[in-house]
């Protein structure tokens, strides 16, 4: 079938949009072709330095006929429900048809060359196209990223003929800008293209360009003895950059590696795209660098590595004099700084957010086993680098430059590694510290942010998380789990919330502050105290209706709640397990997790998911007699008269089952509470089948739903079966 082929060519594009350009082609494209009733085989999008192309293998030489039935008014309806129904549908009502009270049109339409089809769709998306940003030039009201220069328009080998503002298509393009011969060259299809390009210098997928760079890089690097630092992120860019990738190592003045690696890198990556490279036989960076050039040089790239070679010095100098000159000032100066700098306009500066910060994380420290006065240190400390002269210019190294100057000033190196690590995890993949001290500051920042943005009603809505507050939760979850950390987090919150330690003294005060009354536990602290115990300036500066303390702890503890379960659903958990864990009402994570594995190991058996069916059954009947009054209650009975056997021994197994799994919850051994309840799957199945429950003897009854609720309870006590799917 025929081929289509279609490339927009401009001048250069830049490289951070043209991945997001390429998609957006593809969606464009495919959404109005199948709008038309358009099939294909294959699309394909290439996206690059000057050029987006589109190719779509096995198109038909036309759109399909269409006939289709369009539903209509009723026959009673006002005229014009109808007048506007023949206005839609472009029929006249003697064309319409009556059946059951109801017009109906029936339309026929034959279908269109999908050469004009598709010379539509180029002109509509080319019209349309979603760019971040976008220019006019000439006199034409156009607008793209970079003037458009040529566009090729093929089906089936022959020429779409259009035009778009001037731009008539045609069957040319041209190859690399100074490598490539110059001249336009006509193209038959895409393989013809691709090759033609690729002899004029332009690697057309994106692909290709990097693992040409990568292959070329480490070649080059090899060569000398060195190993390059890959970077992906900067990998996708210069791949953006140039047609015809041309790695080139360079030297750069040694001397600059006394500067923190992190600093030498950052500057490489964000000012000149360059790689930084590393001597495998020592430990740190090389005083070297990798360029990717569009061009091949004819002296092997000396004249080019010398001249990004002076360029780099000039940068790495200005880094130098903020290294230097950051020593000069020192963290009290920062601190002070941080005063003047507004965290939120209702959560204070950032000098108040430390405070609240280093409170909370002196109150973590015992927990995971850190030195309290280390731990406030550290977090006094975490914020001032900035202010220092390195982070404003390089905002990417917040924290890693606090590490730095802090080693620098003396302070011991638990309080420099958590001042650098405090803002880790950053997302999914980044790793998670376990260094006692910076276990607890890094809970403590991601908490005060987390509390103070509920505390103030700015919460994360569908896709929109402005202040990384999902991040902050996910981050918190994974430094209590794979740190072990066991304190119930309301706990955590509440501390957040109140910078206090005496939960109950918060919560009295809390009552107070909710009931508008008089303490009764013997605090005696007037309502007044509430504003002492609250962290920064949570009701101070509030500003219309806000959530009271103890509904902001509520609904960070739910937040969490399901953070949790997105994080064991991408591990492979059911969310469903998850929901019935919190739903008991813990707040322990490392013993809802350990909860959940034990839950989801006991539900892969036969005895699991038979009892998780018992369960409901007995759950049903139990809702359906409650519809009707209360239960009964009281003590099962295991000597009525007549009683069956399998209701006896049911109620045997109920009360074991019951003290084994009281026992092992105790312990916290999920493994051996699941082996109790495993118990329970013979005698429910056979109670079931023997035992009706709906006794016409009144006393029978009652006995047989305590049993059912004896057995309900006992599970219960485990997880919430009754949001268990199955």
Known sequence: ????????????????????????????????????????????????????????????????????????????????????????????????????????????????????????????????????????????????????????????GAVVPFEIDGIQSGDVTEGHRFLGSGKPFAVKDFADYRAKLEKDFVLLDVADRKLRILEAAKAACAARGLALVYEDGLLDEVAGLAEWQTPILGDMDPQFLSLPPEVVRLSMKVHQKYFAVRDPAKDGLAPNFLVVANVEATDGGKALAAGNSRVLSARLNDARFFWDEDQKVGFDAWNDRLKGVTFHAKLGTLAERVDRIAALAREIAPLVGADADQAEQAARLSKADLASGMVSEFPE??????????????????????????????????????????????????????????????????????????????????????????????????????GVTNITRV??????????????????????????????????????????????SADVLAFFADRLTVLLRDQGQRHDLVAAVFALGDDDLVRIVRRVEALAAFLATDDGANLLAGYKRASNILKAEEKKGPLPEGAVATGLANQPAEETALAFAAAAAATAVDAALETEDFAAAMTALAALRGPVDAFFTAVMVNSDVAEERDNRLKLLGQVRDVMGRVADFGQIAG
């Open 507 to 552: 919560l009295d005060v809390v009552a107070q502050f909710e009931d508008g009354g008089t303490s009764t536990s013997g605090v005696g602290a007037p309502v007044e105290l509430l504003a002492d115990a609250v962290v920064g300036l949570y009701l101070a500066n509030a500003e219309g209706d806000l959530p009271s303390p103890r509904q902001v």
């Open 1 to 156: 079938m025929p081929q289509l082929l279609l490339e927009i060519f401009s001048e250069e594009i830049p490289a951070r949009m043209q991945q997001g350009a390429a998609r957006d082609l593809e969606r464009m494209a495919s959404e109005r072709l199948k709008a038309a009733g358009l099939t294909w085989e294959a699309l394909n999008v290439f996206a690059g330095p000057r050029r987006l192309t589109l190719v779509i293998d096995g198109l038909p030489a036309a759109t399909p006929d269409r006939n289709e039935e369009v539903k209509g008014p009723k026959t009673s309806a006002p005229a014009q429900a109808l007048e506007g129904f023949l206005r839609k549908t472009g029929l006249t009502q003697d064309q319409l048809v009556e059946r059951d009270g109801i017009w109906f049109a029936e339309i026929s339409s034959k279908g269109r060359p999908t050469t004009e089809v598709f010379a539509e769709t180029v002109d509509q998306i080319v019209r349309s196209f979603p760019w971040p940003k976008s220019m006019r030039w000439g006199t034409g009201s156009l607008r793209w990223v970079r003037p458009i220069k040529r566009i090729i328009a093929l089906f089936d």
């Open 397 to 498: 190294l917040q924290g890693i430059m606090g590490g730095y100057y802090a080693r620098l000033a003396g302070y011991p190196d638990a309080v420099a590694d958590a001042v650098r690590d405090h803002y880790k995890p950053q997302g999914p993949g980044d790793s998670v510290p376990t260094a006692p001290v910076t276990v607890a500051v890094a809970i403590a920042e991601k908490l005060d942010t987390l509390v103070g943005f509920f505390a103030i009603d700015e919460r994360p809505t569908g896709s929109r998380d402005p202040y990384a507050l999902r991040r902050a939760a996910l981050g918190v979850i994974r430094l209590v789990l794979e740190n072990g950390v066991r304190t119930p987090l309301r706990d955590l919150t509440l501390q957040a919330i109140f």
